[in-house]
């Protein structure tokens, strides 16, 4: 079965500051990752995906993951906050591969940006 | 274009009574799946339909919960004899096919008092 953990469960940071989330999955086989966020009041939206080909994966708003398959690793990163960016952020994966579309999610890291 | 849709958005119901929570895919999605939000658990997988195939229902949590899909589009969500420990918020998503992203709708929030 797959699992993901994400450390960070709320992170603080003032405008313009960098940002790095974590995100590890626990899986043997060939994965599809994800982030989701939702802004407070909103749906899920999709910020990423990683499916194949190039590691380094940008989405929208300027956020932009890399995939190290060596440390189970899909990190999430955005060079300069904005205050727009506070919502709950979440890592997923699932297993195509194998049929099985379902998603699994990580816990979600809070992201609040203080003006 | 449209989204996916959810209704109602906002369910209190007592103890021991069934509700019915319903999504509207995205028009031409051939998946659709439900999860749980909730405070404890987090985001929970709950059952997945993929076109004419039988469902995956590994995640549905008892015997109280079940879905169907209509035609290939519409689903409901049923819910028996409701517990407090079912209060959630119920989403729903699509997607167009294997690996394809998926699509949220904005949830219908559960209260069983």
């Known amino acids: 079965a797959q699992s993901v953990s994400q450390h960070n469960h709320h992170v603080i940071l003032s405008e313009a500051a960098s940002l790095e989330l974590g995100c590890n999955y626990s899986?043997?086989?060939?994965?599809?990752l994800f982030w989701y966020v939702q802004y407070p009041g909103q749906h899920l939206q999709l910020l990423l995906k990683?499916?194949?080909?190039?590691?380094l994966v940008k989405g929208i708003k300027g956020f932009e993951a890399e995939f190290i398959k060596s440390k189970f690793s899909f990190n999430l990163r955005k060079p300069s906050v904005q205050w727009s960016d506070t919502a709950e952020y979440f890592c997923a994966v699932n297993a195509p591969n194998f049929g099985n579309e379902k998603l699994t999610f990580g816990t979600g890291t809070r992201l609040t940006i203080i003006p | 274009g449209a989204g996916v849709s959810q209704s109602p958005s906002n369910k209190v119901t007592e103890k021991g009574k069934d509700v019915e929570l319903r999504c509207d895919p995205i028009s031409g999605h051939t998946a659709l799946y439900w999860y749980r939000q909730s405070l404890g658990q987090g985001l929970e997988f709950l059952i997945y339909f993929q076109g004419n195939s039988a469902p995956d229902k590994s995640g549905l949590p008892s015997d109280r919960f079940s879905a169907e899909r209509t035609g290939g589009s519409v689903s409901t969500l049923t819910i028996q004899r409701t517990q407090q420990e079912d209060s959630a918020v119920y989403l729903c998503?699509?997607?167009?096919?294997?690996?394809?992203?998926?699509?949220f709708g904005p949830g219908t929030r559960l209260t069983v008092t």
């Open positions: 990683y499916f194949s080909g190039d590691p």
């Open positions: 899986y043997g086989g060939t994965v599809n």
């Open positions: 998503a699509s997607s167009s096919g294997t690996s394809g992203e998926q699509y």
